[in-house]
Structure formats: structure tokens, C-alpha cells
């Protein structure tokens, strides 16, 4: 039986055939590509379904103001007139894009336009320039507006125009010819950029920057140079060591965790972080955990990966030193490393050359997640010196708010579906697009629960997915981050979905249990709660139903 293809619908407002064969060469396997008629972008956004000889399963916008806006865009550079109908035209063709994701449930990948080219204008006469380039700003401020919360992946075709050089990236030729703007090199760039773009939809992103000491947050060897002599500063090399920090607390910022993984006398590292914290950009406060020790670095990053509770698949290991890298990659082969180089400019530029997370969905847990690892040591303590477990869960004061997500979630929603694996009971994964079309649908509810507790919020840590009928509600999805395991989220989860069922006139509520190699331990989740098993992995229990634990108090939105 052959395998069904992955459909790539591409709509351009120039001819995009050179941007085909590099954009299949860098997607997923198994795809194949459908093109719309050029420069017919609203069209094609308004009527998906005609547009394309085979319905995709991914669509590509790439895009140019001057080609879809070209007489008020012309206008307005040669008479200086009022932009305000350009913006709002383009923060439509935004909304167009944002509806077409969320309506269609497949994932859309659009590029964010370059500042206009016209092959009549010198590009340095300032009279026009200047103005341009603050235009362009305003545009695309419009056109990210009007996509809004919807699941798009944006592509910064801005960006890379800017990294190759317009010289190098324009064919007038071609563009007067056949509506070819772009250089085949050019061409190339943006098919394989566009095509992992694509890839990365649904592909879950590193979590964990685990990072050496000595030559790589800083140059020089600790224990021979001391604090005070390692090099880090505001002067050349020790600049590029700053820079490379300067990246991490970025990543940080932006929902990485950054742990230190140093062999050194912890009080040694500790004096540095004291006596050169003018000269360093990173803090104590920016690390999620640290091993300092004299250990083998892959049983350190091990016991961190079992500290934070996520895999040694979602590390990224970086380090100066060949036989440490060698040891993690033999014992360790899910950890990503990469070779900090001998020259200071090299470091500098690692951050920049993690294209890993170049397509990563922020959520606001991502940004507060080193905090939350900070607080969650609190937690830990309070359960080590609590008499019992259901003492300390009773401590807790456990809040949780349990609402339907809104297109502003589906993000994290999606991240949660993506990268759950052990308190998960079906594992079924979902792209962004079907994550919207699902909390849009009329036949599905989806649920969402933000957890806090006396020493602050968790975040947005469960989720549900539930089709519902007339008699029956069956629990598709349900889901948990393993940081609230065992503290009685999940039954306030499945308190509700009875609830709502019973509310609406359900007299069963049914679930399924799908194994997998990390979620055996929910393999008997339902039957602990008073469900009958009526298949293979296949459960249901008489409504109404009581499952909400003691120490649980559940908020829901009205």
C-alpha cells in the first residue's frame, strides 16, 4: 500500500518554481508540492480549496509588498501619500492568513516581506529610502497584527534578503521576464529555508542548554588561572565569551533551561560568579540546575535530565573538550552537542548557529520556566520534610483553574500535546492547525488547566481533548506535564469533563489508554477511578461521576 504524500499548496505573489526543488529537498520526506497561479494571493486565501489541482496539507504564503500592493505602494513613494489605506490593506491580507490557519486545520508557513524593491529607484537616494524603510516597519507591524494568535509560522524572508545582500539576492532580468525577482543562489536560500520551516511543525524543540565551564562560559582553565584570571570581560577575547552568555540568557529568556555542567570545585565556580559578575552576563539566577564535580559529565548530564524530569533527548550539550563529547555521544546518543571552538569569535557565534530553535512557540510558561525550576526546589524540600504524602499534598494549597482555551493558548496547548509523554494516555500528536480547528470545533471540547500552589504557579500543565454526543463523551486526549504528577490535577481535569458531560444530558463517559514506551504508568488511570474496561485499552463509567481529590480547589470560568 503506498503512503499517502504530504501536499505542500505554495501561493506567491511572483512565479515560484525555483523555490520548489530546494523547499522539497529540506522538508519532510514524502511531500510534494502544489502551486496556485502567481500574484493571486487574496484569491487563493479566500477559496483554499479551488485553488490547488489536490487539496494541501500545508500551505506556503511567500510574498512581496510591491507585487500585491503595487499602485498604492508606487503611489505613496512618488506623491507621499497617506499610507493609513496601504497598512490596513496589508493587516487584512494578515487576518486572511490567521483565518485560513485557523479554519482549515493544516499548518500555514508566511514570510514576512523585504522592503520594497523597484528596479527604477536608486536604492541610496534617501529621499525614498528612508521613508521606505520606516514603512516597511509599519507594514509588517500590520500584517503580524492581523494574523493575531493564529498558528502561523512565520519565515523572515526580510531577514534573509538582508544576510545575502540585495545585490546578490535581485534578477531584474528575470523579474521583468517571467516575475522571477530572486537569484537562483537566492532562490535556493528561501526554498530550503521554507522547507524547514515546514519540517519543524510539530518537532519538538530542545529544552535543556547544558554547558561547560572553562573554555566555553569563559576562556582559561579555573583551577590554574583562578577567579580572577579566566577570561571574560568588555575587551577582546574575553567579549566573545560575554557574547556567548549574552546568547544563552536570551534562550533563557525565551523558555530554554541553562545548566551548568562543570568539572571544578563548586566553591571555585561559586567565587566567580561573586567576584566577576561585572564581567559576566550570565548569574546564578539564569541557571535551572548545575552539577559542579569531578564526575563523568554523561552520568551529570543523566542526573540533570532526571532532576528536570525531561529526557536526555531534549539536551543540548556544549563543550571545549573532544573527550568529553566523545563519552556523551557514545553513552548519550539523544544528546545534541556542539564543539566549542579554540577562537573567541567562534564562540561568540554559537548561539547564533542553534537554528533549532529558530521556529520555537514562546508561551509565557517558556518564559517563566526557570523560575518555575527555582520554586519547584522549595517544593521539593517541603515534600522531604512533610510526615507523609497526602501531609505535604494537603500543605500545598492546590488551585486549579480548568477553562477553555482561546486562540491565544494554542501554543502551549499544542507544545503540551507535543512533547507530553508519560502522563499522557493516547499520545496522539497534533500540529497548531489542528490544535485551533479543535478549539473552534462544535463536536469537541477542549480543556486547559493553569495549576498553582503556596509557592507559586505552575502554568498551563494539562490538557484535554473530548468529543462529545448526545449520550456519550469520549476523552480523546489527556494529558499532563510530569511536573504536577501525583498532586491530584488530573482528577480535577476529569472532574469537570464529567460535569460538563452530565450537564449536557451524557449518560457515559468513555477513554482509551494507548501504550507507548514512556506511559505505563497511566495504563491504569481509568479503572482506578471506577471506569469499566469494555476493549482493548477501552474504558467508560456511568455518570454522574466523583473523582475531585480533598486537597484540590478547582476555579472554572463562567
Not at 214 to 237: H, K, M, R, Y
Not at 414 to 421: A, D, S, V, W, Y
Amino acid at each position: 500500500m503506498t503512503a499517502k504524500r504530504t501536499v505542500i499548496g505554495i501561493i506567491a505573489s511572483f512565479t515560484p518554481q525555483p523555490l520548489v526543488e530546494p523547499l522539497l529537498a529540506a522538508a519532510p520526506t514524502g511531500s510534494e508540492v502544489s502551486l496556485a497561479d502567481f500574484n493571486q494571493v487574496h484569491q487563493s486565501l479566500l477559496d483554499v480549496g479551488s485553488s490547488f489541482q489536490r487539496a494541501p496539507d500545508q500551505l506556503v504564503l511567500v510574498w512581496r509588498i510591491e507585487d500585491v500592493f503595487g499602485p498604492a505602494l508606487t503611489e505613496w513613494v512618488v506623491q507621499d501619500s497617506d499610507p493609513t489605506g496601504l497598512r490596513e490593506d496589508v493587516r487584512e491580507l494578515g487576518t486572511l492568513v490567521g483565518q485560513v490557519a485557523r479554519t482549515h486545520g493544516i499548518p500555514v508557513v508566511a514570510t514576512i516581506p523585504p522592503v520594497p524593491t523597484f528596479v527604477w529607484l536608486d536604492p541610496l537616494d534617501a529621499r525614498s529610502s528612508v521613508r521606505l524603510a520606516v514603512l516597511h516597519g509599519q507594514l509588517v507591524e500590520a500584517f503580524v497584527d492581523g494574523i493575531g494568535p493564529a498558528p502561523v509560522t512565520l519565515v523572515d524572508l526580510a531577514a534573509l534578503l538582508r544576510l545575502h545582500g540585495t545585490d546578490r539576492a535581485y534578477d531584474s532580468r528575470n523579474d521583468l521576464m517571467y516575475h522571477q525577482p530572486f537569484t537562483r543562489p537566492f532562490a535556493t536560500s528561501l526554498g530550503t529555508v521554507l522547507g524547514e520551516a515546514l519540517g519543524a511543525i510539530g518537532r519538538a524543540t530542545p529544552k535543556v542548554l547544558a554547558v561547560d565551564a572553562d573554555n566555553t562560559l569563559w576562556g582559561g582553565i579555573l583551577g590554574e588561572d583562578g577567579a580572577d584570571g579566566v577570561i571574560v570581560g568588555d575587551s577582546f577575547p574575553g567579549n566573545a565569551y560575554r557574547a556567548f552568555q549574552q546568547g544563552l540568557v536570551y534562550q533563557a529568556a525565551h523558555g530554554a533551561l541553562i545548566a551548568l555542567v562543570s568539572k571544578n570545585n563548586a566553591d571555585d565556580i561559586d567565587e566567580v560568579f561573586q567576584q566577576r559578575r561585572g564581567d559576566l552576563v550570565i548569574s546564578p539566577e539564569h541557571l535551572a540546575a548545575r552539577r559542579v564535580d569531578w564526575n563523568s559529565k554523561a552520568d551529570n548530564l543523566r542526573a540533570l535530565a532526571d532532576e528536570l524530569n525531561l529526557g536526555v533527548d531534549s539536551f543540548v550539550f556544549m563543550d571545549d573538550n573532544d573527550v568529553e563529547l566523545d563519552e556523551v555521544r557514545q553513552r548519550l546518543p539523544g544528546v545534541q552537542l556542539v564543539k566549542v571552538g579554540e577562537e573567541p569569535e567562534d564562540v561568540a557565534e554559537i548561539t547564533r548557529r542553534l537554528t533549532q530553535f529558530r521556529y520555537a512557540t514562546v508561551s509565557a510558561e517558556d518564559r517563566g520556566r526557570t523560575e518555575m525550576m527555582h520554586v519547584e526546589s522549595g517544593r521539593r524540600e517541603a515534600a522531604a520534610s512533610a510526615p507523609s504524602h497526602a501531609e505535604f499534598l494537603a500543605s500545598l494549597d492546590i488551585t486549579v483553574r480548568v477553562f477553555a482555551p482561546g486562540p491565544a493558548h494554542v501554543g502551549r496547548v499544542t507544545q503540551l500535546i507535543n512533547k507530553t509523554n508519560q502522563f499522557n494516555l493516547t499520545t496522539i500528536r497534533r500540529d497548531d492547525a489542528e490544535v485551533a480547528a479543535l478549539v473552534a470545533s462544535d463536536a469537541h471540547r477542549v480543556y486547559a488547566a493553569e495549576v498553582s500552589d503556596r509557592f507559586g504557579g505552575y502554568g498551563l500543565v494539562a490538557v484535554a481533548i473530548v468529543k462529545c454526543d448526545a449520550h456519550a463523551w469520549e476523552v480523546e486526549t489527556l494529558l499532563m506535564s510530569c511536573r504536577v504528577l501525583r498532586r491530584g490535577v488530573e482528577d480535577a481535569i476529569l472532574q469537570c469533563i464529567a460535569d460538563d458531560a452530565s450537564s449536557a444530558g451524557a449518560t457515559t463517559l468513555r477513554g482509551s489508554y494507548l501504550p507507548t514506551a514512556k506511559n505505563s504508568q497511566v495504563a491504569t488511570f481509568y479503572p482506578e477511578r471506577g471506569f469499566v474496561v469494555t476493549g482493548q485499552g477501552l474504558f467508560e463509567a456511568a455518570l454522574p461521576l466523583s473523582v475531585l481529590a480533598k486537597h484540590v480547589a478547582v476555579l472554572r470560568d463562567a
